[in-house]
Structure formats: structure tokens, C-alpha cells
């Protein structure tokens, strides 16, 4: 059975940086894609990026670009979303997902859920 433990949330200032890990249990993941969204109070759950564990191709919510990076290390059992330059904005809690089929930003496509870890950044 697929696993994911998301950790790594926290209360942080904006300006300030967190990484999140998602560490993945109960698959080989060599053909999966492995995704991060985020869902804030009263809002849609919002894909902020993902990776293909595939060909290494990763995509970016626009809202995001330029400030965080996914990133995974090369057992390919735990994915990292580096965040930098956290606004505001960014407070929600953060789950990581994984799927077989492709690398998107669309929560409908992906299979397994990690329980989430809460990040607040403070103005």
C-alpha cells in the first residue's frame, strides 16, 4: 500500500524559507509523478508543483515560480519542496500526492494523499 508523510510545515515570517519532504513508502514510484498542492481556509485544493519520477521533468504553479523547488533525492523515496521568499499568501496546508500517469497540477489525477502539514507565514 502506497504511503506518503508529508513534514517539514511550520510558522515562519514572510521573507523567510521551509522545506517540506514527502517521504513515499509501498512502491517502486520509478513511473509515478509526485505532486504538491496546497489548500488554504475556505479555498480549492491548488497544485503548486509536481515531478516525474519518469524523465525528472517538473512543472510550477505561476503563483509559486522562481520561489520554490521540488526536488528528490535518488532512492526516489522522498520529495522535497524547497520554499523560499514565503509570503502571506502561501499560509495552507501542504499535501504531497503521487500518481501513474503524468506529471500535473490537476488534484483529480492523483491516487494516493499524505495527510498534510500545516505552513503559516506571518506578515
Known amino acids: 500500500e502506497v504511503q506518503l508523510v508529508e513534514s517539514g510545515g511550520g510558522l515562519v515570517q514572510a521573507g523567510g524559507s521551509l522545506r517540506l519532504s514527502c517521504a513515499a513508502s509501498?512502491?517502486?514510484?520509478?513511473?509515478?509523478?509526485i505532486g504538491w498542492f496546497r489548500q488554504a481556509p475556505g479555498k480549492g485544493r491548488e497544485g503548486v508543483s509536481c515531478?516525474?519520477?519518469?524523465?525528472?521533468?517538473?512543472y510550477y504553479a505561476d503563483s509559486v515560480k522562481g520561489r520554490f523547488t521540488i526536488s528528490r533525492d535518488n532512492a526516489k523515496t522522498t520529495v522535497y519542496l524547497q520554499m523560499n521568499s514565503l509570503k502571506p499568501e502561501d499560509t495552507a496546508v501542504y499535501y504531497c500526492a503521487a500518481e501513474y500517469q503524468v506529471c500535473t497540477l490537476l488534484p483529480h489525477y492523483y491516487d494516493y494523499w499524505g495527510q498534510g502539514t500545516q505552513v503559516t507565514v506571518s506578515s
Open positions: 515531478i516525474s519520477f519518469v524523465n525528472g521533468s517538473t
Open positions: 509501498g512502491s517502486t514510484f520509478d513511473d509515478s509523478a
